[in-house]
């Protein structure tokens, strides 16, 4: 289980994230929904731990172990990962090395294919290079394999369907499936009701804190009757940043 | 075809060829233009129908013309190898090629100093390409691990009336020494030209490279690129040069480098001159570390740092 407490991150002097808590349980699909603004990307990095989102208070517990001071590739070997809203991409390097790490990760032709299958993509691709000759939603793409592949213990999945078509929801679920399947816990961070719809649980993000959870259908309700009325839309909370 | 009083000394060669991605079979192929130099010594040579090649040896060097008649199209590439066996020395090329009017040809030169310890290796080529023909040079090096060798290459080339020029320049496998690079390149009408080096310096490796391209003529365009990765105490100079002589000549000059370590000291020049107001030039240069976004990207994945990091390196000096 995934447990975050109180956590608290400050930018020139406001709470992007301010005394948010949630729990996320072993081999669930979880929705962290809310507008533009409120603190999910901010929320995402400061579970994997970036450099730059590690000044935070309160505790990241991982399976009773509190993971507060753990780098990238340290949160990495005990199984989290990120699905980046918008992945880097890499000169000179293909979509096979980086599927593969580098070759790092043992896979066989066949299992590449049948990865890059669910994501809607074909062998092709494996020799394209990960760099602006992709579209947006061919990176997309990619990035979603390349968690499969990694086989995460707990996967944030930061607003999966940006730049990806309408029509390719069903890939989306066909990806949660296969992760559910094997385990992860994912965590989902959307704006988009839809993609809300395809958690088990839901919470609900607004002015950096988790104003509600539920089921998904609850959420969304909640969210499209009173989060466009909100005065927090786009503005984090100027809370006390002293306590 | 190899000499047979040099088959010890091409053996020697053919074994750093190979290490550096070449392959020493096509050496032996009488369909493929090939030299090979040792020293001052032509320990190899082949050619075929339409190119013609002479080489003369120096006191401490080589002098080699390549001729291709106008309208070949040479199908394999021309395999150059120049090497250098002893720790100590000087070792002189010079090159003359000429493309003829229509020709494409493409040359496959690797530079291979495996023992050098206080080894100089000076380099001059200067080459003509023919009205529309098409010239790819791609030189890749390999120099000794301990950082003896000195290189001082300079390539001048002049690209006619729709011709087009490709020069790729790689020192990314071994220590690089001292390093100087001149490539000089100038464009007349509807003329092209990319000129590319990717160098990765190591310890106290020294880099100087000048690239300059001349639009000359009409329509004229020219891209020159490098990228660095200099690490440890090394030091690096870049200076790119564009010259917008000519109406609707464009150049773009970019020099990206990435750096690793607090001893290293690196530079980068961007210089654009314009003598036409239809003339257009752009640049980017960037320096700095590997990119925070790419390296946690892959370490969110499971890679440590150091492996992130040769990871994004070698697709950026591919």
């Known amino acids: 289980m995934l447990e975050v407490k109180d956590i608290k991150l400050v930018r020139d002097g406001?709470?992007?994230?301010?005394?948010?808590?949630?729990?996320?349980?072993?081999?669930?699909?979880?929705?962290?929904?809310?507008?533009?603004?409120?603190?999910k990307s901010t929320l995402s990095y400061v579970l994997m731990g970036l450099e730059s989102h590690r000044d935070y208070d309160g505790s990241i517990v991982?399976?009773?172990?509190?993971?507060?001071?753990?780098s990238v590739p340290e949160r990495a070997k005990k199984g989290i990962t990120l699905g980046w809203q918008e992945p880097a991409r890499f000169t000179g390097l293909t979509v096979k090395e980086?599927?593969?790490?580098?070759?790092?990760?043992?896979?066989?032709?066949?299992?590449?294919?049948?990865?890059?299958?669910?994501?809607?993509?074909?062998g092709d691709y494996l020799d394209r290079f990960v760099d602006d000759t992709l579209s947006g939603g061919e990176r997309?793409?990619?990035?979603?394999?390349?968690?499969?592949?990694?086989?995460?213990?707990?996967?944030?999945?930061?607003?999966?369907?940006?730049?990806?078509?309408?029509?390719?929801?069903?890939?989306?679920?066909n990806v949660l499936e296969k992760l559910k399947d094997k385990g992860?816990?994912?965590?989902?961070?959307?704006?988009?009701?839809?993609?809300?719809?395809?958690?088990?649980?839901?919470?609900?993000?607004?002015?950096?804190?988790?104003?509600?959870?539920?089921?998904?259908?609850?959420?969304?309700?909640?969210?499209?009757?009173?989060?466009?009325?909100?005065?927090?839309?786009?503005?984090?909370?100027?809370?006390?940043?002293s306590t | 075809m190899i000499e047979s009083s040099y088959e010890r000394?091409?053996?020697?060669?053919?074994?750093?060829?190979e290490r550096s991605g070449g392959n020493v079979s096509d050496f032996l192929r009488k369909d493929i233009v090939s030299i090979i130099v040792s020293g001052n010594k032509i320990i190899g040579r082949n050619t075929v129908e339409g190119v013609h090649l002479r080489a003369k040896e120096l006191d401490n060097g080589v002098e080699v013309w390549l001729d291709i008649d106008d309208g070949i199209v040479v199908d394999n590439p021309i395999h150059l190898c120049t090497g250098y066996l002893k720790p100590e020395g000087v070792q002189t090329v010079l090159i003359h090629n000429r493309i003829g009017d229509g020709s494409k040809v493409k040359f496959i030169s690797h530079c291979v100093f495996p023992s050098g310890k206080n080894f100089t290796h000076s380099m001059v080529a200067d080459t003509n390409v023919g009205k529309g023909a098409e010239?790819?040079?791609?030189?890749?090096?390999?120099?000794?691990?301990?950082?003896?060798?000195?290189?001082?290459?300079?390539?001048?080339?002049?690209?006619?009336?729709g011709g087009r020029f490709q020069n790729l320049f790689y020192l990314t496998k071994t220590r690089v020494g001292k390093l100087y690079v001149k490539m000089y390149v100038d464009l007349e009408k509807n003329a092209s030209a990319h000129l590319e080096s990717k160098v990765y310096e190591r310890e106290d490796d020294y880099l100087?490279?000048?690239?300059?391209?001349?639009?000359?003529?009409?329509?004229?365009?020219?891209?020159?690129?490098?990228?660095?990765?200099?690490?440890?105490?090394?030091?690096?100079?870049?200076?790119?040069k564009a010259y917008g002589n000519a109406p609707f000549s464009r150049g773009h000059i970019e020099c990206n480098e990435i750096i690793k370590g607090d001893a290293v000291e690196v530079g980068t020049v961007p210089e654009l001159y314009v003598k036409n107001e239809k003339a257009e030039l752009t640049h980017e240069a960037s320096i700095g570390r590997v990119n925070v976004k790419q390296m946690e990207t892959l370490m969110s994945k499971g890679l440590s740092e150091e492996e992130a990091t040769d990871l994004i390196i070698k697709g950026m000096l591919r």
């Open chain 1, 62 to 70: 991982l399976d009773g172990d509190r993971i507060n001071g753990l």
């Open chain 2, 9 to 17: 000394e091409f053996k020697a060669i053919a074994q750093e060829y």
């Open chain 1, 140 to 173: 997309k793409r990619v990035e979603l394999a390349s968690i499969m592949i990694v086989n995460p213990h707990v996967v944030i999945l930061d607003e999966p369907d940006s730049g990806i078509d309408i029509m390719s929801m069903e890939m989306i679920e």
């Open chain 1, 14 to 39: 406001r709470a992007i994230l301010n005394s948010l808590s949630a729990q996320f349980e072993k081999g669930k699909v979880y929705a962290v929904l809310g507008n533009n603004g409120v603190g």
């Open chain 1, 98 to 122: 980086y599927l593969t790490l580098g070759g790092k990760m043992k896979l066989s032709s066949e299992e590449l294919l049948e990865i890059l299958a669910v994501v809607g993509l074909n």
């Open chain 2, 135 to 161: 010239m790819l040079y791609e030189d890749t090096h390999m120099h000794s691990k301990d950082g003896g060798v000195t290189v001082m290459a300079t390539y001048r080339t002049r690209v006619e009336e």
């Open chain 2, 208 to 240: 100087e490279i000048d690239e300059e391209i001349n639009l000359n003529g009409e329509g004229s365009s020219g891209i020159a690129k490098t990228t660095v990765f200099a690490t440890d105490q090394s030091k690096a100079k870049i200076i790119n």
């Open chain 1, 184 to 241: 992860t816990t994912v965590i989902i961070i959307t704006h988009r009701e839809e993609i809300a719809r395809m958690a088990d649980e839901a919470y609900l993000l607004c002015g950096g804190r988790m104003l509600a959870s539920g089921e998904p259908e609850e959420i969304v309700q909640f969210y499209r009757k009173l989060c466009d009325k909100c005065q927090h839309i786009n503005e984090p909370v100027r809370g006390d940043v």
